[in-house]
């Protein structure tokens, strides 16, 4: 009853009124250790967004430096706006309260909005549309300010998430251990493929742009989530909307939207974009970022007891497979994994 008078209470301060009776609903989380509660009912209704006053400020992906002194989603949330992406309107924020206000944006996620298969591709030429002119304008408004202009995928970041595939993917998840001249081979390519994704020019990336992160509201494709962005690779965003563990798509399909957002990329920016290797460079980080993926939903089962996320597995290694038949000199790595998740097996 406290929580509930506590979050009526944000709510009546947010808009000036009080709201005693306003019915209230604890609304699917994700992985993260916020919690989210609808107050009212649409169409009057706000969703209250509240954080532990111990980790408001922290990121629980891995990052390097300090924690930052103003809170992510509200810093990440300036730029974008700036940049005129559409985000959740924040009618409030009470940080000694760990608790923020927000606009509502209905339950109608890209993924719910998919399942009609109406308007599958006119969706996702939206989206990409979407976030080839962010990354475009991104690139020409840089904001030292932002966090996410702070904090980069570097080589040492790729090769942490690939280890945390091999600790909880392949270790965790097959319950058998690597023999020493298989972890020294694991050591090695990991680094190389580190090394490789993290030569790439880095700009503006939301780190998690896709089905479940993006809204419709009233036509418009709204982003949320976005308070882990930093500086990476074009593709990265990519990889995470089209090779997406909660939507599989077709190689042809994946095709199509990457040659839409080259030339949507092009028209905004100027820049000419030569596409085989564009997709090459896709390929390979797609290696990297679903075999985090897939060890990372075993340790959000095994570590922090929430077994929804092992459904999406079979898709994220599903990807692997296909961006393995599309680097064939990473055959070595394919067939040592297989070893131990035979699901990667060629």
């Given at each position: 009853?406290?929580?509930?008078?506590?979050l009526?209470?944000?709510?009546?301060?947010?808009?000036?009124?009080?709201?005693?009776m306003?019915?209230?609903?604890?609304?699917?989380?994700?992985?993260?250790?916020?919690?989210?509660?609808?107050?009212?009912a649409?169409?009057e209704?706000?969703?209250?967004?509240?954080?532990p006053?111990?980790?408001?400020k922290?990121?629980?992906?891995?990052?390097k430096?300090?924690p930052?002194?103003?809170?992510?989603?509200?810093?990440?949330?300036?730029?974008?706006?700036?940049?005129?992406?559409r985000?959740?309107?924040?009618?409030?924020?009470?940080?000694?309260?760990?608790?923020?206000v927000?606009?509502?944006?209905?339950?109608?996620?890209?993924?719910?909005a998919?399942?009609?298969?109406?308007?599958?591709?006119?969706?996702?030429?939206?989206?990409i549309?979407?976030?080839?002119?962010?990354?475009?304008?991104?690139?020409?408004?840089?904001?030292?300010?932002?966090?996410?202009?702070?904090?980069?995928?570097?080589?040492?970041?790729?090769?942490?998430?690939?280890?945390?595939?091999r600790?909880?993917g392949?270790?965790?998840?097959?319950?058998?251990?690597?023999?020493?001249?298989?972890?020294?081979e694991?050591?090695?390519?990991?680094?190389?493929?580190?090394k490789?994704?993290?030569?790439?020019?880095?700009?503006?990336?939301?780190?998690?742009?896709?089905?479940?992160?993006?809204?419709?509201?009233?036509?418009?494709?709204?982003?949320?989530?976005f308070?882990?962005?930093?500086?990476?690779?074009?593709?990265?965003?990519?990889?995470?909307?089209?090779?997406?563990?909660?939507?599989?798509?077709?190689?042809?399909?994946?095709?199509?939207?990457?040659?839409?957002?080259?030339?949507?990329?092009?028209?905004?920016?100027?820049?000419?974009?030569d596409?085989?290797?564009?997709?090459?460079?896709?390929?390979?980080?797609?290696?990297?970022r679903?075999?985090?993926?897939?060890?990372?939903?075993?340790?959000?089962?095994?570590?922090?007891?929430?077994?929804?996320?092992l459904?999406?597995?079979p898709?994220?290694?599903?990807?692997?497979?296909?961006?393995?038949?599309?680097?064939?000199?990473?055959?070595?790595?394919?067939?040592?994994?297989?070893?131990?998740?035979?699901?990667?097996?060629?």
């Amino acid at each position: 009853m406290e929580l509930e008078a506590a979050l009526r209470d944000q709510v009546g301060q947010a808009i000036g009124r009080p709201v005693p009776m306003a019915p209230i609903k604890k609304l699917k989380g994700d992985a993260s250790n916020r919690s989210y509660y609808r107050v009212g009912a649409p169409p009057e209704s706000w969703v209250v967004m509240e954080m532990p006053l111990n980790a408001t400020k922290k990121s629980e992906e891995a990052t390097k430096g300090e924690p930052p002194k103003e809170l992510p989603f509200v810093n990440v949330h300036r730029y974008l706006q700036k940049l005129e992406v559409r985000v959740p309107h924040i009618l409030r924020y009470d940080e000694p309260a760990g608790m923020m206000v927000l606009e509502d944006l209905s339950d109608i996620t890209f993924e719910s909005a998919l399942e009609g298969g109406k308007h599958h591709e006119a969706l996702y030429t939206r989206a990409i549309d979407l976030l080839a002119r962010l990354r475009a304008k991104a690139e020409q408004h840089q904001d030292p300010d932002c966090l996410a202009f702070t904090r980069s995928f570097d080589e040492d970041l790729y090769d942490w998430e690939l280890h945390h595939f091999r600790e909880w993917g392949l270790e965790a998840w097959s319950g058998k251990q690597p023999t020493p001249a298989e972890r020294a081979e694991l050591d090695s390519t990991f680094r190389s493929i580190a090394k490789q994704l993290a030569a790439a020019p880095r700009g503006f990336t939301h780190r998690d742009y896709q089905s479940r992160n993006i809204m419709v509201k009233e036509g418009e494709l709204v982003v949320i989530d976005f308070q882990d962005a930093l500086q990476g690779p074009r593709q990265y965003d990519l990889v995470a909307l089209l090779r997406d563990s909660y939507v599989e798509l077709e190689r042809p399909f994946v095709d199509a939207m990457l040659d839409r957002y080259i030339a949507t990329f092009q028209e905004a920016s100027g820049e000419r974009i030569d596409a085989v290797d564009f997709k090459a460079f896709f390929d390979l980080l797609t290696v990297q970022r679903k075999l985090k993926d897939a060890g990372r939903f075993e340790f959000i089962h095994r570590v922090k007891g929430n077994p929804g996320f092992l459904v999406s597995i079979p898709a994220s290694l599903r990807y692997v497979r296909d961006a393995f038949r599309q680097r064939p000199e990473l055959r070595g790595l394919q067939t040592l994994v297989a070893k131990y998740v035979p699901e990667l097996a060629p």
